[in-house]
């Protein structure tokens, strides 16, 4: 059965290391949540969070690519490992670098459109955006961190992705 679903999600990702990542998860998915159940049905609930698992890692590409998108416009300074592009933006509180007076308008003004978007999110979306995706947690830390379930986090941040790009792309910030 385990080399039949990482042939599965081998050929669903075209990645051999992440597909095992994937069965992975899969299977401990099952473990978890369905191990009460009668061995006969494993099979068939296999299947299903197999499947849901390679969509879940699709969706978590898509909304990865969205705002590496956006924030690939800001390149590291030449030799710096860790980099982190929200520290070149200048704002009274960052005062970072120097930068030439355009550049500086242009990075104030898009600071102030994405806090702005964040702003305008419903308080659960905003708290489940900046957990999942600028503090990096995964969706049971931020489950946890929130007091809701996984489903829930992954609603919320579907959500406020969904939003924030509407948002952006009215004020003429196209991400896709």
Known sequence: MERRAWKQAQFAVRDGHVALDIVQDAMLKLAENYGDRPAEEFPMLFQRILQNTIRDHYRRQKVRSLWTTLFSSFTPPHGEEDFDPLDTLQDKENPGQSAEPDDAL????LLAIIEEALGRLPARQREA????????????????????????????????????????????????
């Open 106 to 109: 242009q990075q104030a003004q």
């Open 129 to 176: 955006f900046l957990l999942r995706y600028w503090e990096e947690l995964d969706t049971a830390e931020t489950a946890a961190a929130m007091g809701c379930s996984e489903g829930s986090v992954k609603t919320h941040c579907s959500r406020a992705t969904h939003a924030l790009s509407a948002i952006l792309k009215k004020r003429g910030i196209d991400l896709t």
